[in-house]
């Protein structure tokens, strides 16, 4: 991901594709060749920075191994993408929810009732319930972090994230599930933890939207269309 500003749509304008691949009526791939792919890569010069937000796995595989020289990539413009929290959810709650929340009150958390998340605050929903409960010694944006620790682990007795599930922030509990949303950071916010090494915690963050998953095959006897 480019912080650059790159204008893809003027490219997608200015220069007629070889082949354009229609995915679905909102995303579609288009496939450029000769001088139209030299003056589009080259515009990617200008790039100074870029952040991998995802397929960070297979890039790091990459690095490490002999016969693996190229990952496949793509550029996007920052200001062009959404970053969604991820929510976490337990299938039941291993105590009754009362008790969860009287244990947050004790332990000196603000709560209240709510129906979206809020930096330093984590909403809670549960049975049609919904409630906010502010984060102690929060700082920088672990907000992720620490909702694990001050609240799936201690007031709701879940230490294990593996039980955990992880959805969109989006998601509808069902019935008897616990839902714990976060307010995602900003593309600012990103930005500087990124210049800053800072790492944050396993599913912080989802960006969007996200690239179709595609089965490229190189074989000598098999013509490409590129």
Known sequence: MSESIIDFESAINSYKAKHIHTINDRDAVYAYVGQEKNEILESLDKIDTL??????????????????QNCLCAIMNIQSLKIQSITRVMNQSLKPFDECIEYLIKEGHTIQSGREALKGHVLIEYNGESVLVELLDRFSNYDTYLLHTQIISQAFGEYNSNNLRYEMSDYIAKPGEVVFKTQPVSVDEFITLAKENVILPPKTTCFMPKLPSLLVLSV???KSPF
């Open 51 to 68: 952040f991998v937000v995802d397929g960070h796995h297979r890039l790091a595989s990459t690095q490490y191994t002999k016969n693996k």
């Open 220 to 222: 000598r006897d098999i």
